[in-house]
């Protein structure tokens, strides 16, 4: 599995109606510069109805987000049928082949991961982290979302939070977006 040191994202299902999506902000050029603190890197697409998250190359998030969104109109926004499109268009495509992210996108039914090697994983609990500090943010959200009985949005919160405590690619300039 490909290695990023550029991001944090997870995301967390509390059922039906308590989604959630969250990412920090730093942007990380090389090994040792923060080149911004700010950047989002979840949004809401197709009709507000699927969140999404990537760890990788800005332009390459970029690129897939716009991918994966007319994906999802030729599949009327069934996320599990336009994650496999995706992901087979992304492992075959000799421009898309190159791109070097790892997608997280969620709707009311599902939570996915998204790999350029054709992979879509559907997580066996309703949470998930990807990026450099995702470990950190998995086993956060793992003890929150098994333990406690906080609002998606909490989970994703405090597991970034926690994860930027420990990972030099992870600030405390959290986004988020929720379902």
């Not at 299902?13 to 700010?38: L, N, Y």
């Not at 994966?68 to 992901?87: D, I, M, Q, T």
């Not at 086993?139 to 970034?160: K, M, P």
Request: proline share 1%.
């Amino acid at each position: 599995m490909v290695q990023f040191h550029a991001t944090t994202i997870v995301a967390v299902r509390r059922g039906p109606d308590d989604i959630c999506i969250g990412g920090d902000g730093q942007v990380t050029m090389g090994e040792t510069t923060i080149m911004k603190h700010g950047a989002k890197k979840v949004r809401k697409i197709y009709k507000n109805s699927v969140l999404t998250g990537f760890a990788g190359s800005v332009a390459d998030a970029f690129s897939l987000t716009e991918k994966f969104e007319k994906k999802l109109e030729e599949h009327g926004g069934n996320l599990k049928r336009a994650a496999v499109a995706l992901a087979q268009t992304w492992r075959t495509d000799k421009a898309m082949r190159n791109l070097e992210a790892l997608m997280i996108a969620a709707d009311k039914e599902s939570l996915l991961v998204i790999s350029g090697n054709g992979e879509v994983i559907d997580p066996d609990q309703d949470f998930v982290a990807i990026g450099s500090g995702g470990n950190y943010a998995y086993a956060a959200a793992n003890a929150l979302f098994n333990h406690t009985e906080l609002s998606a949005e909490e989970i994703v919160r405090e597991s970034l939070k926690i994860a930027s405590s420990i990972c030099v690619y992870t600030n405390d300039s959290i986004s988020v977006e929720k379902l």
